[in-house]
């Protein structure tokens, strides 16, 4: 069974920062693709920050400079250090594990967290 179990959410400050955890089990984060998204209640779920199989990170454009993903494969674990955090961060977070296959092992598999609530005040 896989499971991805986020935490770390909750009410700040404008300004302030807030480290998401996301505890992956039953995946080796080596073969997946980890992923950090969020969503605005109303509208689909986007990616706001990722982290490939080799450990390279990529964000979008709003969250670039202020926050940073980052894992531990052994431990399972991904967390999102969201800086300087503003009223339009408000959001839903949701850890996301994609994995395209492997010859092994060909289909893809797309895994997610609860969600873990954000809510910035200004």
């Known amino acids: 069974q896989v499971y991805l179990v986020e935490s770390g959410g909750g009410l700040v400050q404008a300004g302030g920062s807030l480290t998401l955890s996301c505890a992956a089990t039953g995946i080796d984060l080596n073969a997946f693709r980890m992923a950090w998204y969020r969503q605005y209640p109303g509208k689909e779920r986007e990616w706001i920050a990722i982290?490939?199989?080799?450990?390279?990170?990529d964000y979008i454009d709003s969250v670039k400079d202020r926050f940073t993903i980052s894992r531990d494969t052994i431990k399972g674990m991904v967390w999102l250090l969201m800086r300087n955090l503003k009223p339009e961060d408000t959001a839903t977070y949701f850890c996301?594990?994609?994995?395209?296959?492997?010859?092994?092992?060909?289909?893809?598999?797309?895994?997610w967290g609860q969600g873990t609530q954000v809510t910035v005040s200004s």
């Open positions: 982290v490939t199989t080799d450990g390279t990170p």
């Open positions: 996301n594990a994609f994995s395209v296959g492997s010859r092994s092992d060909p289909l893809p598999k797309d895994f």
